[in-house]
């Protein structure tokens, strides 16, 4: 599968208002707008005129508008008008470069070449009504996608780069847990850590239990499962997205969308949680090499806690995923 044909994030939904915006996927420059009617459309963001960058342009009465020459160009990328010859009827070859695009999960997805088979990623607890959705980033990272994603599954970091939050010295050793691929990634299931921090509201040192699915090849789930004196109380269960745009093979831009059965805490404490976790990632994921995630089994070394990394790598293999792998 080409990485092409498949709807990564490229920005925030509420963040597209009434001007064009510059975005990168995949080492292509984008311009995102706006029409009169609030659909939001991805070109490529290069004037077909003389090449220079439409992003640069505004949006006039549902149109955007090339800052070069004004050229104009309705919703559908076709050029309706060229000022400078106000009577010329632009022919269809006179048209901007359009690329399909959805609104999900509070962002902006884009699909680079066209594939009527290609699902969005499946996030379910997006329609949950009794959680609250809430969108932190984005953020830039000097690393690929791929690396980006296996940090997300992997527990064994977390008495290190957590250590106090998601994990605690005293307890490193991971549980055997469970891991089998599906169609879209894999599953991992009976994950438990001791936590003395293990979301926004603990209060103490809890063992916690995961699942992690990976369910699009730079988008992954983990899913809090509920213990039973919570599930008694109908207490606090959450469910976090990986969201992960691929700009280039080394770099990328990333969104976590929480879904908290918590409709009281404002939106900054939601997300400064998230904050603290992610910074504490940063540095690390920014520090691996190759930052390109490496197929070969024996590029680098593992264990049987590294089992979901290793599922993952297998499916990228499988599915020929070639963009932030070497
Ligand atoms: Fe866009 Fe000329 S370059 S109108
Ligand atoms: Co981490």
């Not at 063992?207 to 789930?221: G, L």
């Amino acid at each position: 599968m080409k990485e092409h044909s498949l709807w990564h994030p490229v920005m925030a939904a509420n963040g597209l208002t009434d001007a064009p915006l510059a975005v990168t996927l995949l080492e292509q420059e984008l311009v995102l707008w706006r029409d009169a009617t609030g659909l939001a459309h991805a070109w490529g963001d290069q004037c077909p005129h003389r090449g220079a960058k439409l992003s640069l342009g505004r949006v006039c009465a549902g149109r955007l508008e090339c800052p070069y020459h004004g050229w104009q160009f309705e919703a559908g990328g076709q050029c309706v008008h060229v000022p400078a010859v106000p009577s010329f009827v632009p022919p269809a070859s006179h048209a901007a470069r359009t690329h399909a695009v959805v609104e999900a999960y509070g962002l902006i997805w884009v699909q680079l070449l066209p594939d009527a088979v290609v699902p969005l990623p499946a996030f379910a607890a997006e329609t949950d009504a009794q959680l609250r959705k809430v969108l932190c980033g984005p953020y830039d990272v000097a690393t690929s996608a791929p690396r980006i994603v296996e940090n997300f599954l992997d527990m064994a970091h977390f008495g290190f780069v957590h250590e106090g939050w998601l994990g605690m010295r005293e307890a490193t050793s991971i549980d055997d847990y469970r891991v089998e691929p599906t169609p879209t990634g894999l599953l991992a299931t009976q994950c438990r850590a001791w936590q003395p921090q293990s979301n926004v509201h603990s209060t103490a040192t809890a063992h916690v239990e995961y699942t992690y699915e990976v369910v699009a090849p730079y988008t992954a789930v983990l899913t809090k499962v509920p213990d039973a004196a919570s599930v008694a109380l109908q207490g606090f269960r959450e469910s976090i997205a990986l969201f992960i745009c691929p700009t280039t093979p080394e770099t990328s831009r990333v969104w976590f969308r929480l879904a908290m059965a918590d409709f009281d805490s404002p939106d900054n404490k939601l997300q400064d949680f998230q904050h603290t976790i992610f910074m504490q990632d940063k540095p690390v994921l920014e520090s691996q090499r190759p930052r390109r995630l490496p197929l070969d089994v024996r590029a680098e070394v593992h264990t049987t806690a590294d089992k979901a990394s290793s599922a993952y790598r297998r499916f990228l293999k499988q599915e020929t995923i070639t963009f932030g792998v070497c």
